[in-house]
């Protein structure tokens, strides 16, 4: 029986792997030490960062993937122009220095105290229609820089007119650190919590969007669940909550929003029922489905989701360069383009057709039907946001984690 159980875990985690570790060319670390020339025709992107990392003594790194007390900083991202670019991709430098002309840098970085950091916050955001605020929260394995270049990516691709806020949490940025990146979450729910408060009790803010993936949906649901409970309710100000691709179990979601009280934002749900990195997170938990990956239109999903108002993006019948299925709500330009056009602007998705290049995009009652293919640029893989940059330390782990598998599957054997 034991055999049995070992051997597709086995496989199972080193086709996991096999993806993993393609791709590597161009990785390189020290990004964020701002560049002296910037290219004229380049976009600019200024986030403001609230982040519960420790400090790295390193400046190209500036926070590491351990845990720390909660921090502020202000980073300007440089993007390239358009036609030396793919929408919905990050173009990361080959070497140090990047080009401005061709790849994504960095511009300026600066630590703040709060004071400071809400100083800050409460001029740019006088600046933007509404006084719309978008808070990211990313997924498992990232390094801080890989979560400020995709989410400086986002914004300009969806040309959202918001205050961009990234809260980024302790991830070492390795598929081998799962349990601790879990962890992670549970350490920083109460900081993300904060933030949540802070905004909604800001008479500066007008209207906040939340954009959660992976992982990030864990620490973002529970963070509004504790929201609920110590208010009685969720604050009229955070208006729509997107749950891209969420590794949360199915279960643990019913719980935790009928413990959200009172008033709830508009929640609407990517879903993907080929997401291989959910399969895997699934077998891993060893629990029921996850609710990135379930099939809106089956009973009882269907029902619940009706009742409790949730708009679902059924992108499964979207193809993309992303093998693993993970990130398809930021890889095609136009799921991307809708994120600004309609979510965050407050447009309602209801009963319409929503133009995707050639194809149609239908939306009904709740649920959205992906219609043919769609062109995708591949940005996420194993239980969240893998690319080039961040599968730095693959392969110098695959060996040693190979010989464990083997030491592991041995003593099964002998078993």
Request: net charge positive; glycine share 8%.
């Amino acid at each position: 029986m034991l055999r049995r159980i070992m051997r597709p875990s086995r496989a199972g985690l080193l086709a996991v792997l096999a993806l993993g570790l393609g791709g590597c060319a161009g990785d390189v670390r020290g990004v964020l030490v701002p560049v002296a020339n910037p290219a004229p025709d380049s976009s600019r992107v200024t986030m403001l960062v609230a982040t519960t990392r420790a400090p790295d003594p390193d400046a190209g790194l500036l926070f590491s993937g351990e845990r720390g007390a909660p921090t502020f900083a202000e980073i300007t991202v440089s993007v390239p122009a358009e036609g030396r670019r793919k929408v919905g991709e990050v173009q990361w430098p080959k070497a140090l220095p990047g080009n401005p002309e061709t790849d994504f840098v960095t511009l300026k970085v600066e630590k703040l105290d709060q004071k400071a950091a809400v100083s800050r916050f409460n001029k740019a955001v006088q600046k933007v229609p509404k006084r719309r605020v978008m808070v990211f929260i990313h997924g498992f394995n990232n390094r801080f820089e890989d979560a400020v270049y995709r989410f400086a990516q986002i914004v300009h691709d969806s040309k959202a007119e918001v205050v961009p806020i990234l809260f980024t949490w302790p991830s070492r940025g390795s598929v081998f650190a799962y349990g601790y990146d879990r962890e992670s979450g549970n350490y920083s729910r109460r900081a993300l919590e904060n933030l949540f408060q802070a905004l909604a009790r800001d008479p500066a803010v007008g209207e906040v969007s939340v954009l959660a993936h992976s992982m990030g949906n864990w620490v973002t649901l529970e963070a509004l669940r504790e929201m609920s409970i110590r208010n009685g309710t969720i604050s009229p100000k955070i208006a729509n909550v997107m749950l891209a691709a969420p590794d949360v179990d199915v279960d643990v979601f019913r719980s935790q929003i009928a413990d959200m009280e009172g008033r709830r934002p508009k929640f609407t749900l990517f879903v993907s029922q080929d997401d291989r990195a959910l399969a895997a997170s699934r077998r891993v938990w060893g629990s029921t489905a996850r609710l990135g990956a379930i099939n809106p239109d089956a009973e009882p999903y269907r029902s619940e989701l009706e009742k409790a108002g949730i708009t679902v993006l059924n992108l499964t019948s979207l193809r993309s360069g992303d093998r693993l299925n993970h990130g398809k709500f930021a890889e095609s330009p136009e799921v991307v383009k809708l994120i600004g056009s309609r979510l965050i602007e407050g447009q309602p998705i209801t009963d319409t057709r929503i133009g995707l290049g050639e194809k149609v995009m239908q939306v009904t009652a709740g649920t959205a039907h992906a219609v043919g293919s769609v062109a995708g640029l591949a940005i996420s893989a194993p239980v969240a946001i893998v690319d080039p940059h961040t599968r730095r330390n693959f392969a110098d782990k695959t060996d040693a984690v190979g010989q464990s598998l083997r030491d592991v599957g041995d003593h099964a054997t002998s078993e």
